[in-house]
């Protein structure tokens, strides 16, 4: 059974950094792509960073130049580093693992709120 487990949301000022990470377990974490999502009230979940199993990377241009994404393969986890915040980065963020998997698939984490003030 694949679980994605995310952690290190909160609420932070303005400017303030976070890091959220995904722990996955029942996959094979180092074949897969590694995304961040997030979906703020009233507005479709957007795609915020992806890294891929090669380890290419791809983010929203919203956060480009504030937020980083990694992974560490032998901790199965992934990371969004989140720095610069703005109160419009505020939403529930979302872990999704795809690809090989096994099984082949799209996984997704529970979320964790990121609450930016001003």
């Known amino acids: 059974q694949v679980q994605l487990v995310e952690s290190g949301g909160g609420l932070v000022q303005a400017g303030g950094s976070l890091r959220l990470s995904c722990a996955a377990s029942?996959?094979?974490?180092?074949?897969?792509?590694l995304g961040w999502y997030r979906q703020a009230p009233g507005k479709q979940r957007e795609l915020v960073a992806e890294?891929?199993?090669?380890?290419?990377?791809r983010y929203a241009d919203s956060v480009k130049g504030r937020f980083t994404i990694s992974r560490d393969n032998a901790k199965n986890t992934g990371y969004l580093q989140m720095n610069s915040l703005k109160p419009e980065d505020t939403a529930v963020y979302y872990c999704?693992?795809?690809?090989?998997?096994?099984?082949?698939?799209?996984?997704w984490g529970q979320g964790t709120q990121v609450t930016i003030s001003s």
């Open positions: 029942g996959i094979i974490f180092s074949i897969n792509t």
């Open positions: 890294i891929t199993s090669g380890g290419s990377t």
């Open positions: 999704n693992v795809k690809g090989l998997g096994p099984p082949p698939g799209v996984y």
